[in-house]
């Protein structure tokens, strides 16, 4: 079955940069169509997709925030990374990691248990 | 970028009940919108794809309907279990949005 699991820090402070990392499992980012995206919800609030990639190296960010986030695959270690540069307390959320399973539906059929990044000095 | 807009934010419904969340689009989207439901510490959980495509497992008191910018997520018969918030999300054009949500409450 189809798992993804999130890891990086839990507290950064501000100007920072986050690096979180997706570890999944039971399908490949090899395959034609398959992507993996990031998502994140703020406490209390609604969902905000970020970025994806996909198997052919495709990458798209949010357009809000796409001078600070990169996205980049390692099929071999079957895990994605996302960073997002210069860090702020509104950046404080649950960030989750996705499987998205043709190229550009945009839907979200797996996702990961999700981690709390907490922005603070 | 597309707007979604839930509607009501929240509700109380008693077990048994037929619970209808609606879902706008701020311009056509086909039917290219999703409902997910959440739990409390709990990651979204994908119920409906296509306006009205049912997700294998999910029970069949779900159901979606819906076309163009009006949707809704309707549940036939409320179960104790069914208490979380949902979230609409349109992915029918690039950056894919999602509503505020709807917290549903048992009353």
């Known amino acids: 079955q189809i798992t993804l699991k999130e890891s990086g820090p839990t507290l950064v402070k501000p100007t920072q940069t986050l690096t979180l990392t997706c570890t999944f499992s039971?399908?490949?980012?090899?395959?034609?169509?398959?992507?993996v995206g990031w998502i994140r919800q703020p406490p209390g609030k609604a969902l905000e997709w970020l970025a994806l990639?996909?198997?052919?190296?495709?990458?798209r960010y949010s357009p809000s925030l796409k001078s600070r986030l990169t996205i980049a695959k390692d099929t071999s270690k079957n895990q994605v990374v996302l960073t997002m540069t210069n860090m702020d307390p509104v950046d404080t959320a649950t960030y989750y990691c996705?499987?998205?399973?043709?190229?550009?539906?945009?839907?979200?059929?797996?996702w990961g248990q999700g981690t709390l990044v907490t922005v603070s000095s | 970028d597309i707007q979604m807009t839930q509607s009501p934010s929240s509700l109380s419904a008693s077990v048994g009940d037929r619970v209808t969340i609606t879902c706008r689009a701020s311009?056509?989207?086909?039917?290219?919108l999703n409902w997910y439901q959440q739990k409390p510490g709990k990651a979204p959980k994908l119920l409906i794809s296509?306006?009205?495509s049912l997700q294998s497992g999910v029970p069949s008191r779900f159901s979606g309907s819906g076309s163009g910018t009006e949707f809704s997520l309707t549940i036939s018969s409320l179960q104790p279990e069914d208490s979380a918030t949902y979230y609409c999300?349109?992915?029918?054009?690039?950056?894919?949005?999602f509503g505020q949500g709807t917290r549903l409450e048992i009353k």
């Open positions: 996705a499987h998205s399973l043709q190229y550009f539906d945009w839907i979200f059929a797996h």
């Open positions: 039971g399908f490949s980012l090899n395959s034609r169509g398959v992507g």
């Open positions: 990639i996909y198997w052919n190296d495709d990458k």
């Open positions: 311009q056509t989207i086909s039917s290219y």
């Open positions: 296509a306006a009205s």
């Open positions: 999300q349109q992915s029918y054009r690039f950056p894919p949005t």
